[in-house]
């Protein structure tokens, strides 16, 4: 049981050689390398994955800011368009309302102006036919002096009345 | 059953009584009312011979006339032991070679191919790794061959008919030789010629080196005479031990006492299947680590 036959240790060294050899060759090295190409792309595929889903997440935030941004200045344009939206009305108001005082008040002075100019028209017609009148009564009688004190006069108690 | 070229000193001292077992072959000797039972008869599963047992009867194989080298004798013939080697040879070049095909064709492996490849990177990561490190990834196809190699030669001995190879101590004694040709060859390439011979002094006094010499000179050996010694003691020592469990049966000579070795045997002989795997494990992983030794690792420039 322990003798050696020496024919089979070299049968057996042959025979391993040569599997190791052609194994080598065949087998085991092509499959090696398609393993470690297979871990390698399982790895890209992984670290890939990987930054995909940070940039996602980037972009999200990013998003998120955006969103939050807009909204901030959709707010901040509805407050200013308000605040304008009231001043432009307050100052329309207010014009309007000077606008119309003024109106008014020229109204009111044109009243007045024209009341002086018919009184003073009225005046001087009465004046004017207060003489002519005389004239015709009185004509000759009155020398221009008196003539006008006597107009002076009426005037006068016209102007009272 | 004898072939007339075989001499009869060229074969194993038990093989005369092998064949007289053989002679018996199909007769009164298998049956429990034979009186007086050759034992030897069981433990020809054991040995080497000249006979191919297959379903239905037996082959006996031609031999070759021995080479006569000096004191020397070598007989080349093809033995059962060396037919069960190229078998294993030849069933593992046939699934290896179509499980790398069928990877390298479909990425995403399947069936048998996955099997080949949980081996394949178990050696790679749990064994090459460890031992030797990234510098021991060329040698992952040779661990990988010894590692399947011995597997299967050491299941086909569980196979009815069949025998392990590895259970013969010829053969572990060849393979264990390939072993230490590797570990030496991966240390002179990692060391360098003068480095792996300069460790052979073990860096002590000169004058300590007619002790130290022998000493480390030895120790290259021991490691792949234990290789070859572990392998065909733990492959012939459960044979042994089933074959001895069954002898019960004849020596009872009751077919009542049979069931009890039998469940013995079946319990032994699936622990022989274990055996199988460590076996080849372990054959596989020592080689490795002793290569190793001899690669420098990291930073460390030499071993110990």
């Known amino acids: ?161 | 059953m004898i072939d007339p070229l075989t001499p009869p000193d060229t074969l194993q001292t038990s093989h005369a009584d092998t064949v007289a077992a053989a002679v018996q072959h199909g007769g009164a000797a298998r049956e429990l009312s034979g009186g007086d039972f050759d034992f030897n008869h069981l433990l020809e599963h054991l040995y080497d011979s000249r006979t191919l047992e297959f379903p239905g009867g037996h082959w006996d194989i031609p031999a070759f006339p021995p080479v006569q080298i000096g004191s020397l004798t070598i007989d080349l013939s093809i033995t059962k032991h060396v037919f069960f080697l190229l078998f294993a040879a030849m069933l593992l070049t046939i699934a290896a070679v179509a499980a790398s095909r069928k990877i390298r064709k479909r990425p995403v492996p399947t069936g048998f191919a996955n099997v080949v490849e949980v081996f394949v990177v178990f050696i790679r990561d749990e064994i090459i790794l460890p031992t030797m490190g990234p510098a021991g990834l060329k040698y992952t196809p040779f661990i990988l061959t010894t590692f399947l190699y011995i597997l299967i030669m050491n299941l086909l001995g569980l196979v009815p008919f069949g025998a392990s190879a590895t259970g013969n101590i010829s053969v572990t004694a060849g393979l264990a030789l390939v072993a230490f040709i590797m570990i030496q060859v991966a240390a002179i390439r990692a060391q360098g010629l003068t480095h792996y011979l300069a460790h052979f002094t073990g860096g002590v006094a000169w004058w300590l080196w007619p002790i130290m010499i022998p000493i480390e000179v030895l120790g290259i050996f021991t490691k792949a005479f234990a290789l070859c010694m572990r392998l065909f003691a733990n492959m012939s020592g459960g044979h042994i031990v089933i074959l001895a469990l069954l002898g019960f049966i004849f020596l009872a000579k009751s077919i009542f006492f049979a069931p009890i070795p039998v469940i013995f045997v079946v319990a032994i002989y699936l622990l022989e299947l274990l055996v199988a795997f460590i076996q080849a494990y372990v054959f596989a992983m020592l080689t490795s680590l002793f290569m190793g030794l001899g690669i420098p690792q990291g930073e460390e420039q030499h071993g110990h």
């Open chain 1, 1 to 161: 049981m322990f003798d050696i036959n020496p024919g089979l240790s070299i049968w057996t060294t042959v025979v391993f050689v040569l599997l190791v050899l052609v194994l080598g060759k065949f087998a085991w090295k092509p499959l090696l390398k398609t393993l470690q190409d297979r871990e390698q792309k399982i790895r890209d595929s992984l670290e890939q994955a990987e930054r995909a889903r940070a940039e996602a997440a980037e972009l999200l935030k990013q998003n998120e800011r955006n969103m939050a941004k807009a909204e901030e200045e959709y707010q901040k344009i509805v407050r200013e368009a308000r605040a304008l939206g009231d001043r432009m009305k307050e100052e329309i108001v207010t014009k309007a309302h000077q606008q119309a005082q003024h109106e008014l008040q020229a109204a009111k002075d044109e009243i007045q102006r024209d009341i002086e100019a018919a009184k003073q028209q009225l005046r001087d017609e009465v004046a004017d036919l207060a003489v002519k009148a005389a004239e015709k009564i009185l004509d000759e009688t009155l020398d221009p002096v008196r003539h006008k004190k006597i107009i002076d006069k009426a005037v006068d108690q016209l102007k009272n009345n």
